[in-house]
């Protein structure tokens, strides 16, 4: 029995020693934790990336993981960290929406407030509660200490939301934006699949980005017609716009924050 | 009793959250599992440069390790998923070319088609096989199941095979290219130790890069010239120039593909 | 029993496949291995760099930890290769100064000279001890090999040390420079908060980085003002100039050995 893994997301990237050093933290608690990155990715400060992406993929985590969430611009100052358990998992991070979505999704989770001090390193610094205080109380739940020692349960209303852009939807159709591009030049919008079902998924939708209008494939990349940009449902269940065997990108020379517009007729 | 290892190979990059998404799915599947990174970092839908990374370096991994590469630009079309045991290991992908160098190594590699429907995750994606198809049979595997629940063996002639640029051999030498660059900016040829000990391996090999003249050194990094390029033979038996302490790949300008020539006499 | 964790610190970074292969050579020799990246983001050949991070942070793992710290310009060469018992941990690599600030933190610290070829891989190449002899090194101590073993006990005097940039310090200030850049754009400066603390710490100190002059502030990032350059202490109790939300580096358009000078009266 090596106890529940522990999954870390942070915006710390992977050229620093941060993401190290909280590993060296859990070992030192857990000789023998289990411990995964699932990103460090996440643009700095963004913390509705971060909810995003937790959300996104935490059901294939196994029950019981614990997440730790380091995106925390406001480390240092009187916010407040939480230990969320919800959809069968803990979540450990800032009161700074890094969890909003896991609070939607599962109405019945728990917050608990981190205030057991017990468990924190010695020193605590302003800037790295991460080190000093997340990465501890990881190790300690993945040992088995009861969520009860965490600290005071709070009102999942009091705490903090994200500011995620959802897409307007009207009669005619959905706008929505790009929300994030990936390794492959792959732009995720944030136009859910559920929202397209709504409107009758269909391939005579018309998707438009800057002067580009797209048709909306439901293949794979590889079913794709070469070097041009299309519009598919991705492996999140999100419409995403993409270049078979190509960077879409580059090519449509296009950001995080575009828009983009379905008319559904 | 862990299991055998589980290493990765793809094109994913690290800024996303695919490969930490592999992992979960291994994990909650076989919670002991050992996984290891080889490389994220193949260009995308680079399948001859995981091919090759692939031949090079599965030797320093354990009998028995299970090798995922999700290098799968073809995914979700009627390509096949893999499984070849060869090498005294086993590689789980797409078969587009990724495992032909080792299915040129070792001669009695046996190649299986994965179509085990019962280890795939419930929902299929079009786009991310890695995940719902790949990630769980190394798990399974892992967990000791037998290669015969995989799917059916199939003919290795079948399997499709890279277009990795060899080397043209004449008479007066081999004429080759640049077919990585590490981060130190090594250019790394498709020439290989082997080809030059043919042509007897000697310093008064010229070797031509654009308009320079290098030497062949037998000797390490330390030992050559400062500042300037030189040729030597790397870690993994391959002609690679470099420069002490310096990056050869902007110091030459030179980007992957361009000429390498090997005067021999 | 797992035996001690083995930490890695590398100038490699994380797109080409050399990591993979240290972490294959340590798990074939011991299969139950626990592997940490501390990191890989060392600037190509900056041992000074290695000898900051790893004094830095050692304390954050478990005693008895064994870190292979491959930053190596020197590979090949007659530099030798070295296993440092010290600070209740261990640590592997060239003698070319990456240890030095570990020695100078324990007096007390022993160097054996690595040596018991019984340990090496079969083939050591010229360019990558790391993976013919360190990893191979770490996994037998993992396994519980005694540092007996290693080779001879030799004076830590003879040890090569860094060329780590020391600030200057006279009456009225101390003048260092910007030793690292995170990726969040956070310069980091050479002075450490002892050295101010002589000085007698106070937010009058005014810290000048090219034409700014800058206030030292003693909270964390989220209590400065908007959007300018600020001075504070961080998590590893340097000095450190950072923007709130925003990057310093980019702002400042600063680089790695930029002057930093604290006036203290």
């Not at 959809?87 to 800032?94: A, D, R, T």
């Amino acid at each position: 029995m090596k106890g529940s893994p522990i999954i870390l997301t942070t915006d710390f990237g992977l050229s620093d020693e941060y993401v190290g050093v909280l590993k060296g933290v859990i070992l030192s608690i857990n000789p023998h934790a289990t411990i995964i990155d699932l990103s460090h990715g996440i643009p700095p400060q963004a913390t509705g990336r971060a909810a995003e992406v937790l959300c996104k993929n935490y059901r294939y985590f196994p029950a019981g993981s614990i997440h730790v969430c380091v995106v925390d611009p406001g480390v240092g100052t009187e916010r407040r960290i939480v230990v969320v358990r919800g959809c069968n998992q803990f979540f450990i991070g800032p009161d700074n929406g890094v969890f909003s979505r896991i609070l939607e999704t599962d109405q019945a989770a728990e917050v608990y407030e981190l205030t057991n001090s017990d468990w924190f390193l010695e020193d605590i610094s302003t800037t790295f509660h991460g080190r000093d205080i997340m990465a501890p109380a990881a190790a300690r739940l993945s040992l088995g200490a009861s969520i009860n020692e965490v600290g005071p349960l709070i009102s999942t209303d009091s705490c903090v939301t994200t500011t995620t852009t959802a897409p307007l939807v009207s009669e005619t159709g959905i706008r929505g934006e790009i929300s994030a591009i990936d390794r492959f030049g792959n732009l995720i919008t944030n136009i859910e699949e559920g929202i397209l079902i709504d409107f009758g998924l269909s391939p005579r939708f018309a998707i438009r980005i800057k002067s580009q209008l797209l048709q909306l494939h439901q293949g794979s990349y590889g079913h794709l017609p070469d070097n041009q940009p299309a519009a598919i449902i991705n492996s999140s269940s999100m419409l995403e716009i993409c270049v078979k065997n190509g960077n879409a990108a580059a090519i449509l020379e296009v950001g995080i924050g575009e828009r983009v517009v379905v008319k559904t007729k």
